[in-house]
């Protein structure tokens, strides 16, 4: 069975650094694409960034030049460094897992199907 936990998640100032990690058991990265999504308050779940073996690494616009998406094979972790915090950012953060596949988009909620609890991450201005 497939589990992911999800820490790092706190309460910053803006423009620190945060870095959020996910640790998954029962699945092989190379088997899966795995993905941080994340849900501002009053607001819908939006697609962060996203890892997979066969084409490297995704990000969304407001956040490309900021966080950078890394996995560690070894510990089965995804980490997701956050820099140059702004209040914008403050969501939970969600780690999931989706079955690796080239017609399946990682930026895409739908092919994801295994979900962590969630971190929650508070800047301040």
């Known amino acids: 069975q497939v589990h992911l936990v999800e820490s790092g998640g706190g309460l910053v100032q803006a423009g620190v650094s945060l870095r959020l990690s996910c640790a998954a058991s029962?699945?092989?990265?190379?088997?899966?694409?795995m993905g941080w999504f994340r849900q501002p308050p009053g607001k819908e779940r939006e697609f962060v960034a996203a890892v997979r073996w066969i084409s490297g690494t995704y990000y969304a616009d407001p956040v490309k030049d900021r966080f950078t998406i890394s996995q560690d094979n070894g510990k089965n972790t995804v980490y997701l460094q956050m820099n140059n915090l702004k209040s914008e950012d403050t969501a939970i953060y969600y780690c999931?897992?989706?079955?690796?596949?080239?017609?399946?988009?990682?930026?895409?909620?739908?092919?994801?199907?295994?979900w962590g609890q969630g971190t929650q991450v508070t800047v301040s201005s």
């Open positions: 999931a897992a989706g079955p690796q596949g080239l017609l399946n988009d990682p930026r895409l909620r739908r092919n994801y199907n295994v």
């Open positions: 029962g699945l092989s990265f190379s088997s899966y694409h």
